[in-house]
């Protein structure tokens, strides 16, 4: 199975923007989709956003919509998570993970995530 390595965190101030990524390591996402999810302090893993492998169909979750945006490259190895005008409320691990993408039912490991802390 492909594993999936996160990197791209960091710390930023609230209203700063960071760029994650998430590759798949030795392949490509072999045709399943790939979506982010993040755990803050305290608090409960949460879908944040997925995007199809066929036809780049997005979904976000309310907190992020208009501010966070999903991507994959040409290669299909790489999904990109743009976070702007981030907020406090948005320090958290994030994770990327293989899903079936209409159930959004994960069929792949957790990786060790990535730190994102946003100062206020």
């Known amino acids: 199975q492909v594993q999936l390595v996160e990197s791209g965190g960091g710390l930023v101030q609230a209203g700063g923007s960071l760029r994650l990524a998430c590759a798949a390591s030795?392949?490509?996402?072999?045709?399943?989709?790939v979506a982010w999810f993040r755990q803050g302090p305290g608090k409960e893993r949460e879908f944040v956003t997925k995007?199809?492998?066929?036809?780049?169909?997005?979904d976000y979750a309310d907190s992020v919509k208009d501010r966070f945006t999903i991507s994959m490259n040409n290669d299909k190895n790489t999904v990109y998570l743009q976070m702007n005008n981030l907020k406090p409320e948005d320090t958290a691990v994030y994770y990327c993970?293989?899903?079936?993408?209409?159930?959004?039912?994960?069929?792949?490991?957790w990786g060790q995530g990535t730190r994102v802390t946003v100062s206020s």
């Open positions: 993970t293989l899903i079936k993408y209409y159930d959004t039912e994960r069929i792949g490991a």
């Open positions: 030795g392949g490509t996402f072999g045709g399943d989709s």
């Open positions: 995007i199809s492998w066929f036809g780049g169909l997005t």
